[in-house]
Nanobody, 127 residues
Framework: VQLVESGGGLVQAGGSLRLSCAASGRAVSSYATAWFRQAPGKGLERVSVINSGGGSTSYADSVKGRFTISRDNAKRTLYLQMNSLKPEDTAVYYC?????????????????????WGQGTQVTVSS
């Protein structure tokens, strides 16, 4: 499985970005997928997770109401719509696949629960 993120960049506070994660190789449609981020000098934080069918989602408190995760299994693509961006959203954003198929929990927050990771895309929010 290969995961390739895109859509990052520099944006002013209050602006929006849409991240995409294209999957290739073995199927990902049966797996929950997630977005993590790593801010400078900090550890990885799970931003959001979505189940395989796209009907269940969970968000970190810091992004609730501002970010929306979605997926298009026909296009094998995961998305993260980020609105009302804040300087504290500055980070490298990674997409990742949960290690077991047909599994989902809002509490899937540990990096060890995910097996395939993209290379990351930088998001920088200026004040």
């Amino acid at each position: 499985v290969q995961l390739v993120e895109s859509g990052g960049g520099l944006v002013q506070a209050g602006g929006s970005l849409r991240l995409s994660c294209a999957a290739s190789g073995r199927a990902v449609s049966s797996y929950a997928t997630a977005w993590f981020r790593q801010a400078p000098g900090k550890g990885l934080e799970r931003v959001s997770v979505i189940n395989s069918g796209g009907g269940s989602t969970s968000y970190a408190d810091s992004v609730k109401g501002r970010f929306t995760i979605s997926r298009d299994n026909a296009k094998r693509t995961l998305y993260l719509q980020m609105n009302s961006l804040k300087p504290e959203d500055t980070a490298v954003y990674y997409c990742t696949r949960y290690r077991r198929p047909n599994s989902y929990s809002a509490r899937m927050e540990l990096t060890g629960e995910y097996d395939y990771w993209g290379q990351g895309t930088q998001v920088t929010v200026s004040s």
